[in-house]
């Protein structure tokens, strides 16, 4: 068991790694659009189903809350947690429609939106995205190795595996990663 242990963290170790080397220009690029947004009285809208659900809302606690350093609190907004919303949503519409309703109701020109699916092909993450860019957002999308969310998201961040657990793994350390860097870029004096 002890060596399954180990082949699971080095395994983790690799994806993290690859996504990091191959997407270096694009997460400082991310960061920048982050903190821009915020600066402009804007906000990061995030979603995604089960676990990518739950990495939405960490990312969201993180900007809202606070990460690492004491600051004010960044709006952000996971639309994964209104189960009232997303519910009706569901029964009087379809589930596809769960969060492109909440994109149109809440989100702005100019803001972010940034839809998480493994698969990348789940089809409310798409269908909100889409929704996102007609009305002036930009778009990111973070996925496996691509899916219809790569075609259609602005700026999207590919994790090189196959494997679920990995994907998310390196979603959420990926997540860590603006975080640390959108408050680097916001509140210097504090680093």
């Known amino acids: 068991m002890k060596n399954i242990v180990f082949d699971i963290l080095q395994d ?3 994806v993290k790694g690859q996504l990091i080397k191959g997407s270096i ?8 659009k982050l903190a821009a947004c915020i600066t402009s009285n804007h906000k990061i809208l ?3 189903n089960g676990g990518s659900a739950a990495d ?4 969201a606690a993180e900007f809202v809350n606070r990460f690492q350093i004491e600051r004010p609190p960044l709006a952000a907004l996971a639309l994964t947690t ?3 919303i997303i519910t009706s949503i569901g029964n009087d519409y379809h589930f596809d429609d769960i969060f492109s309703k909440q994109i149109i109701a809440l989100g702005k020109k100019d803001d972010v939106v940034i839809g998480i699916s493994t698969s990348g092909g789940s089809k409310n993450v798409i269908k909100a995205i889409n929704e996102a860019k007609n009305i002036g957002a930009f778009t990111i999308g973070l996925t496996g190795r691509g899916g219809e969310l790569a075609k259609c998201a602005d700026l999207v961040f590919t994790v090189p595996s196959d494997t679920t657990a990995r994907i998310q793994e390196a979603h959420i350390f990926l997540g860590h990663v603006l975080c640390d860097l959108v408050d680097r870029i916001l509140f210097p004096e504090k680093f």
Do not use: P
């Not at 220009?25 to 920048?32: P, R, S, T």
């Open 25 to 32: 220009d694009l997460i400082e690029e991310c960061a920048n």
């Open 12 to 14: 983790s170790v690799n």
């Open 56 to 59: 939405a809302q960490h990312i």
């Open 82 to 84: 209104d189960t009232s």
């Open 46 to 48: 995030i979603f995604g």
